[in-house]
């Protein structure tokens, strides 16, 4: 056991998190047991649990005495990083990348593959992110989308999903074309609308600033000046796959997602997300990028799941997306710290065009 004194003034309601939240989550952490009173903690366990909950409630407390406003999502994601690198300050963890800057937030990586993605996001045309849900590989391609289009690096945004049903007949829908489609879409408004206002963004999309479409309205067209989000593209076809990345134009973008263990295609068609790591993997200016577990940022469930799906697969003898730097002619998943990424305001947009 042993107890901890904060330094006078600490700020103990952000600290501690709301009703003790935060120091609930180093306890499921480190398997210690943690009691507050005022601005001292006892931490019981073993003397290297309590060693390790000390370090991480004191660089918490410098945190939140230097004026950043901890939340709970936060400590989850410093915790986890924490794991696969033990060396580092969670100050790091946290803020070891440029933030991105959207009109209601700042962004900041969670993990190091997340730190990748964004750096391959800046210095490459076409980047293929692949994973499973919770990854942060739609959200974050949105956030450097918002970045781009207010710091007027490109002229519009264009978001763009297959229609596909996700293992339902949802029949036939009422409305025009477009009410018929927006339910396939609405994910991309969520997301976007997190980034900015919603009046804002309403008044950008009437603008034609920022579009929301199926993928099969992405056919005949030539994006010039654009960032191009291809989302769920698992549910692409092949030929879809290839129509879409061929409307790239000049001083454009494209970001294409997809979580290849979920596939909602009819059993007959070829999924473009699985064939499209074939056929272009060689290709310079296009990069891959491999998520897992560790990078999922949703309730920690979400990773336990992930796992016990993959544990199954494997044991079925289907077979699972590449995981964790396995035999990859191009791509990224590794435990090794990534280069930090290029800050956007500063990075090589469009020295590549």
Known sequence: MRKIKLREGTNTAALFGHHDRHLKLIEEEFGVRCSARGEEVTVEGTPETVKQAERVLNELASLTNE??????????????????????????????????????????????????????????????GIGPAGTGKTYLAMAMAVSALMKKDVSRIILARPAVEAGEKLGYLPGDMYAKVNPYLRPLYD?????????????????????????????????NDSFVILDEAQNATAEQMKMFLTRLGFHSKAVVTGDITQIDLPSDRVSGLIEVRDILQDIAGIEFVYFDERDVVRHRLVQEIIKAYDRHTAGSG????????????K???????????????????????
Do not use: C
Request: aromatic fraction near 6%.
């Open 67 to 128: 004026g950043y406003d901890l939340r709970s999502d936060d400590v989850t994601h410093a915790l986890t990083a924490l794991r696969h690198n033990h060396d580092a300050s969670l100050k790091e963890l946290l803020f070891s990348a440029s933030p991105i800057v959207t009109r209601k937030r700042f962004i900041v990586p969670k993990t190091p593959t997340q730190k990748y993605y964004l750096d391959a996001i800046e210095k490459h045309d076409i980047v293929i």
């Open 191 to 223: 997301a976007l609308f997190d980034m900015m206002d919603m009046e804002r963004a309403n008044r950008l999309i009437e603008r034609g600033d920022i579009e929301i479409a199926p993928l099969a309205f992405m056919r005949g067209r030539t994006l």
């Open 318 to 329: 289907h077979p699972a997306q590449p995981r964790n730097g396995e035999a990859q002619t």
């Open 331 to 353: 791509g990224h998943r590794s435990d090794a710290k990534p280069t930090r990424p290029a800050s956007p305001s500063t990075g090589s947009w469009g020295q590549s065009h």
